[in-house]
């Protein structure tokens, strides 16, 4: 797995972010016992660096394991048994990112049929690790209208990044931002009837247009920085988490793209983590005792940091 | 004689008999048995019958199924002849299932591991990445010894020639085995001489096989894993049965392995996950759990990291079995090895990974992902079942030859668009064994057959159950065999050589250090069930008596005369709702207003025969209050309690759920009494059970508590009542109410009088109806709960006690003494608060059930 390792190396950062991402639980009444499983701190992979993380509790956890899940992904386990009617995680992070391929590489890839035939064939490791990302799975499923969707953009033979980028804008095109029309339960038929969503909508719609055609995609976690209106200044915790999608090519390996914002992933988006859909790397699952109704406030902020002159240690 | 017997069987040509050979003559292993049934006398057979099902209706023995009319207890359908195997075929049998569970153990491990079976192509990733019983939170789990698989399960069927096939594999959590024993349990009473003549090997070491080697492997749990405390010798592992609860199908059986295995039956809720360790919630506070032998399945395990949406798992289970900490069996995820789509590949992988042939083969089976296999089996469409390929798809078997016209058209076109979700098996022709048809000429007639075999893992292998579960479809030509939609089953005995006794694994046996004298392990809601059985036990009894002095009272008198007592004992009927005016009216109302019409009757007394038709609606309706619904609600408190009663307490308690509720039209005054005595006896002897049957452990005082607060206050009730009556009312009722008639008669052979009645219901401390003794065994059970568990409040009780030993019998005990109906209602509150008060101490309440808070 060569893109799951902290391969940073020693390539020339192009950004660096400073990230806290608060989430804050009101309970009607008193909750005894919380148990969380978190997936809020930044993995470290080839093109990005994670150089400092905390993740602060209030009240204290009794208790927390950090781990790393099947995708390679740092996870928390995390329980609180103090009793209490409000619950505040705060994931501190500093990371640094590396940047991505140009535009030009794009256009030269592999006949997507071709890596369609590969994904059935092919044992190698990396097309066996890819193989995790191609199957229906519980918010992405498969289905003839969703290939019909895609198919558009896949022409015949034509290669395969090249008509990810075309999917990727018409998804933009297509498809409203609205934060009321669904939520993380509406299924995907309905988001592309629907023609509306949110970033988590249509990144599971792509994922799904994709693995239609027999080809890879992997659902990203992360956040993205947002550029405040000219002349004013950043707005603390105005951002939120974000979602997007990487797609396999075996000549670049994993190249994310971005349909909520139509573009190429370069040096503004922020990894958490990886899965095959939002299901494997929810930031924040958890089970409570006792707690009634709840409400839940979630505040995000990305702060650019200078580049630093050296490679972090 | 014996062509008689066979006049009517029909060994069929095309199938495998399991009793005729090809030329017609009885196999070696069936003489006996034919033997037997033609010298017996005419009706033997019949008797034998007759005993089977009573004892499956007696011992309770059900299979909860889904569509059922009548609920989730359906009996279990057990026919009176075995399925034979001599030693010889068995031995095939029995090493071709430990190659095949060793061999799905390896897949298991490479699967959840290291992958290997991928890269060289031996299993296409579809079957893995593509299917939702993989797990992808449980890869990289470590087990003991490599054992991932600790109980498995095949379904094999024989073709015509002979040879025995495997269908399918159970690898989740197998069921079924419990049945096995219970069939075992229940047959050998019938055939015991039989038995012992054919050398027919006992299957009771399976089990404890099973729970040794679980032992064993717990013990290396609390070792072993990240925070390990090892096990002292002279403590023992907790082994827990994980069940989702009473309304899955195979409750009975998972109660009953429990009970013979001698684990705590827990739900989910009675388990937390603290520290990485799963512990038992119990009275005396946490536990830690060692071993889960789980029947929940899979993804329903652990809403942290599993299937959000369960309520049946423990949260935080994945992470306790990743740590090493518990050991569930089988282990998460382990279902994943179910999909029909692998036993194509079992072959290849067999030879790779144990470098050896299958010893027996699977049933022939295509996966459609293979585009070859795709196109042969869309040309031989008829004589395949094509089944999905992965659960989630949640699709049915479609029998190819089922299909016609457009209905095919569609399926193949499906087929094409989806290759990899279906997969195709050739339909087997199952065997065919004799079972016994009461009335048919010869009484013998042929059934198709299906043998479920089980084995467990040791430290040391695999060892198989020597029998099974064989399951008999409802005719001769049966497709497919299952009990959820009502086929009937066998015992399955297997004849052992004289030179080979039973495999005793070497493992560790319970030493002097071991024994256990109390039920440390009893759990909240174990303790919540037993207190309110014992409450429901005596509300039931309560009931009863009410209902049959209200019966005879109403009956003894002269018609239209009622004695001076009747109007207390109305009110008494109408405190427990036994008689409700407004209720009653309208349940006769149908009839009678066709004749004259309901007016004529609102205002006016009751008339008798509207007083006996609600009193008898009361005894058997579960729709109106009184008994019918209080053992319905008896019975659902004792489902919860599932293996901490005896088979003997669960026959009583069956036999008088039967005679209450099995009543098809409203019984006649004298049927009534009749099942009124009989409930009363059951009562008795279920009291007698909880007396002299159940060890003096926490659970048995929760229980005893139960039954006193519950009788407490019904006395205190009564007594309230009848001090108020009419002074020329008659005493004897009151006494017949309180089981008290016989003693009072041995005492004073005369008419009750007041001071002699109440001395012997509120005063006399060895009376078990008296108030004063119910007083004093409450003290004491609450003494001895506070020694264990803590104070819970039953000082409270103390002063009332006081004044109560305080009464004179000079002074105290006479007809309407206010003060003394003050004490009783002071008493009658003060039971019910201290009920309240034990559960608000003891039990978990249902506002405290966690939920889920993500995903954000």
Redesign the interface.
Known sequence: MSDSSASAGHAWPCARYRVVHETHYTYQSPVSLSQQYLHMTPRSFNYQQTESHRILIDPAEEEGRDGTDYFGNRTRHVTITVPHKVLLVRAESTVALTPRHDLERIRATLPWEQLRAMMTRDRSAEILEACRYLYASPHVNCSPALERYARISYTLSRPQLDAAQELCHRIHEDFEFDDKATDISTPLEEVLAGRRGVCQDFAHLMIGCLRSLGLPARYMSGYILTHPPAGQPRMIGADASHAWVSVYCPDLGWVDFDPTNRSLVQCEHVTLGWGRDYSDVAPMRGIVLGGGEQELEVRVTVSPLPITGSTPA | MLEQLLAQYRAAPDSFDEMLDASGQPRPQWRAMLELMAADAPDAMRQRIDTVQSQVRENGVTYNVYSDARGIQRPWDLNVLPLILPQDEWSGIEAAVIQRATLMNLILGDVYGE?KM????LLP??LI??H?GFL??C??MKHSDGVALHFYSCDLARAADGQWWVLSDRTQAPSGAGYALENRSIISRIFPDMMRDLKVQPITGFFRTMRLSLADWGRRCAANGSSGTPLRDSEAPLIVLLTPGPYNETYYEQAFLARYLGLPLVEGSDL?????MVWLKTLSGLQRVHVIMRRVDDDFCD???LR?DSALGV??LT?AA?LGNVLIANSLGSGLLESGALLGFLPALCRRLLGEPMKMPSVATWWCGEAAALDQVIGQLDQLVIKPSFP?LRQLSVFGQDLEGIARADFIEQMR?NPSNYVAQEQVRLSQSPVWQPGSPGGLSARAIGLRVYACATPYGYVVMPGGLTRAATGRDARVITMQQGGGSKDTWVQSSAERGLQRPLLRSTRSQDLIRDDTHLSSRMAENLFWFGRHTERCDNIARLLRVALNVLFEVRPGYRGAEWPTIEALCTWFSLLDPKAKKQAQGQAQAQIQGLAANLGKDLSDEEIESALLLAVVSPEVPGLARQVRQLFRTASHLGERLSVDNWRALNWMVQRVLDLEQQPSQSEAMTILDDTTTSLMTMAGFAMDGMTRDMGWRFLSLGRRLERLQFQSLVLQHALGMPANGNLDWLLELSDSIITYRTRYRAQPEWLPVLDLLVLDESNPRSIVFQMDGILKGLGKISLSYGPCGFEQLLPLNDELLALAAATDLYWRNARLIDLLVRINVASAAMSERIGLKFFTYT??????????
């Open positions: 992958q991928l890269a060289e192509g990733p579809a990445h593509g939702a992808r939170p890869h990289g937390t996950v603290r520290g990485g809403p942290l990291e959000s949260v935080g992470e990743r989630q668009a506002d405290n059930l966690p939920h889920r808070t993500g995903n954000v």
